[in-house]
């Protein structure tokens, strides 16, 4: 019976979560499997790949053939260079002790990447939020400058009410004079009228 280590879709359409199975190759790729040996979500970033590595090893070495997709999930988790090291285990290139550490190392140092770049993905989401927010700066900028502009029309505004003012009061003088002036002329017309006709009846 050919065997596969394949994919099987879960998840809502659009938003896609795969189980890690093995499974006979003339199955339907969502039916009857033999053994499930993990899960991969690739909607988060990086994406979430758990996976028991000694079954997907085991099964690898009894012959299970997988997918491209599977193949890259096995590379990425470190059981193909598991098989690596355990082939120079046999052949007598490498001990089993060395072999265990090799391994050990590549995966605690594969596991500090992964976590460094969930954490930066963490910072960089919380980064987003406070720029959307408005509490990186951005709108104490913005304040500031809209104060500033405030002020800025505020004082403009007051030295052309003060202009204005000015200019009235100028006006208002210069009527009131101009009044004053004309009054007295009539006063003096009619003063002078007044004289004559006393003369004329004297």
Known sequence: MPVKIRLQRRGRKKSPFYHIVVADARAPRDGKFIEKLGTYNPMTKPATILLDRDRAYSWLMNGAQPTDTARAILRFKGVLYQKHLMVGVKKGAITQEAADKK???????????????????????RAYNARIAGLDGSVKIVKETSTEGAETATAILEDAATEVATDAAEAVEEAATEVAETVEETVAEATEEATTEADKEA
């Not at 605690?108 to 960089?124: M, P």
């Open 103 to 125: 391994l050990q190392d590549w995966i605690d140092a594969k596991e500090e990447r992964i976590a460094a770049r969930f954490a930066q993905t963490a910072e960089e989401k």
